[in-house]
């Protein structure tokens, strides 16, 4: 498979703090478009913040971020309607049906219903 040398994600000293504690400690990572990427690491690595951030859900602390050319910090929203994300299956609602959970998060995520 031939990768392009396009940066769809770009994370340069990513750090998230809450409170006295740090969750993303100068994350610094890319992603080429056409790229598999994944994190792997123990429970409390900071993964999950990590991508919290990556999905416009979370501001970092401090650091660069950016989701398919568009920043972080002034172009969430435009982060968000130009990407996809589902959370792994104990995020999901047993009493909603599949649509249901994905309208759910949809709407969570500012995202207009198409048909």
């Given at each position: 498979?031939?990768?392009?040398?396009?940066n769809?994600?770009?994370v340069?000293?990513l750090?998230?703090?809450?409170?006295?504690?740090?969750a993303?400690?100068?994350?610094?990572?890319?992603?080429?478009k056409?790229?598999i990427?994944?994190?792997?690491?123990?429970n409390?690595a900071g993964?999950?913040?990590?991508?919290?951030?990556l999905?416009g859900?979370?501001?970092?602390?401090?650091?660069e971020?950016?989701?398919?050319g568009?920043?972080i910090?002034?172009?969430?929203?435009l982060?968000?309607?130009?990407?996809?994300?589902m959370?792994?299956k104990?995020?999901?609602y047993?009493?909603?049906?599949?649509?249901e959970?994905?309208?759910?998060?949809?709407?969570?995520?500012d995202l207009?219903?198409?048909?």
């Amino acid at each position: 498979m031939d990768v392009s040398k396009e940066n769809i994600i770009t994370v340069k000293d990513l750090v998230k703090r809450f409170g006295h504690f740090v969750a993303n400690d100068h994350l610094n990572f890319e992603v080429r478009k056409g790229e598999i990427f994944g994190f792997l690491g123990a429970n409390g690595a900071g993964k999950t913040t990590a991508i919290r951030i990556l999905c416009g859900l979370s501001y970092p602390t401090s650091g660069e971020v950016k989701v398919g050319g568009y920043d972080i910090y002034t172009q969430r929203n435009l982060i968000k309607r130009n990407i996809g994300y589902m959370s792994q299956k104990f995020s999901l609602y047993d009493d909603l049906t599949v649509f249901e959970n994905i309208r759910f998060y949809g709407v969570f995520m500012d995202l207009a219903e198409k048909r």
